[in-house]
């Protein structure tokens, strides 16, 4: 974030580079940067003859050094914009020559999405020497939960660490996605308000109670009970809460506490770095290690994969969801 930031505050400043190409796995930060860049570069007036949007999959190199070439009109810069860039995996490195000379008056944006130029390229170096190569990574799990209270903490919100958590469990890592669902609970939520798994579940439709979650804290508890009822709940609601889904954070969550067995040092820092969890879970980790001995962990990862498996419909047909969430849970437990 920090990064983006200081890219940001360049172009507000109005030092703004002839050149952006901005690639990578993360979607999100290349659609913010890109977007700032068309809202800031040129005022309103300038926009409607000055700014320019390509598409990667309509058009060539040719065409798109042939729009950057232009000069602007009434205005001393001109915006072109390449979305969905990546769609010219193979002749990107012709861009090479404009990059080297690029026109002065020219701001060339170039959204390169989930994928990355090779650093041993011309243009790679080419960029890095005439304007501004930024790659947009993929986050882990426990960065994203962090992103979220960043992004919240901006806002003037705050975030309880479960609640956190309770979206990126339903809702994965994609930023973008996630940011929908915030900017949502930022128009019903007063500022200055902390957001709870209630106000999730009231706002968002993430059941507080009966999610991923909750689960795999019941099942690292050996608590039987409330393990069950989560597991009759997905039965009950299995397009919210598919099965693919339920077994894949199952397994993730066991890799972990194998690791925990393997760690000399169990101090709270040193396991959430490992880890890579909010150092807030560190305890739920500590109590699954105790209730599930290494070996007993080795044997329900198997039994996890064979289970994905069967739900992918490999060595198993016609078994239902229901099925496969009983018979997960009782090899587990």
């Known amino acids: 974030m920090d990064e983006v930031k200081k890219l940001i505050t360049d172009i507000k400043n109005g030092n703004s580079k002839p050149v952006y190409f901005l690639m990578g796995e993360e979607a999100y930060y290349i659609d913010k940067i890109s977007e700032y860049i068309e809202k ?3 005022t309103e007036d300038e926009r409607g003859f000055n700014q320019i949007v390509l598409y990667g999959k309509d058009v060539s190199v040719d065409d798109i050094v042939g729009n950057a070439k232009r000069y602007p009109m009434m205005a001393e810069k001109q915006v ?3 979305k969905e860039a990546q769609h010219l995996s193979r002749t990107i490195d012709n861009l090479t020559d404009y990059v080297n000379n690029p026109q002065p008056t020219t701001v060339l944006v170039i959204c390169y999405k989930y994928a990355k130029l090779d650093k041993r390229k011309k243009l790679y170096k080419a960029v890095q020497k005439t304007g501004v190569l930024f790659e947009s990574k993929k986050l882990y799990e ?8 960043k992004v919240l903490q901006g806002k003037g919100y705050k975030i309880t660490p479960i609640a956190s958590q309770l979206l990126v469990e339903y809702l994965g890592t994609d930023l ?3 940011n929908n669902e915030l ?9 200055e308000t902390e957001i709870t798994p209630v106000l999730i579940e009231e706002h968002i439709g993430i059941s ?3 999610n991923n979650f909750e689960l795999k804290k019941a099942i690292g508890e050996r608590n039987t009970l409330k393990a069950t009822r989560i597991i009759n709940y997905f039965s009950q609601n299995p397009k919210d809460n598919p099965f693919v889904v339920t077994v894949t954070v199952l397994h993730t969550y066991f890799t972990q506490v194998l690791q925990y067995h393997g760690l000399k040092d169990h101090s709270k820092s040193n396991v959430a770095k490992v880890l890579g969890i909010n150092p807030f879970f560190v305890g739920e980790y500590q ?8 070996k007993k ?3 329900i990862i198997s039994t996890l994969r064979e289970l994905d498996l069967k739900g992918k419909g490999v060595g198993a047909v016609n078994i239902s969801q229901a099925d496969l969430l009983k018979e997960l849970l009782f090899n587990i437990l």
Do not use: C, G, Y
């Open 40 to 42: 800031s570069v040129l």
């Open 80 to 82: 072109v914009v390449v």
């Open 142 to 149: 426990n960065q994203v939960t962090d992103w979220i209270r």
């Open 297 to 299: 962990v080795s044997s």
């Open 176 to 178: 973008s996605k996630i």
């Open 287 to 294: 109590v699954a290690a105790r209730n599930f001995p290494m």
């Open 183 to 191: 900017e949502k609970l930022k128009i019903v939520i007063p500022k």
């Open 208 to 210: 507080k109670d009966f």
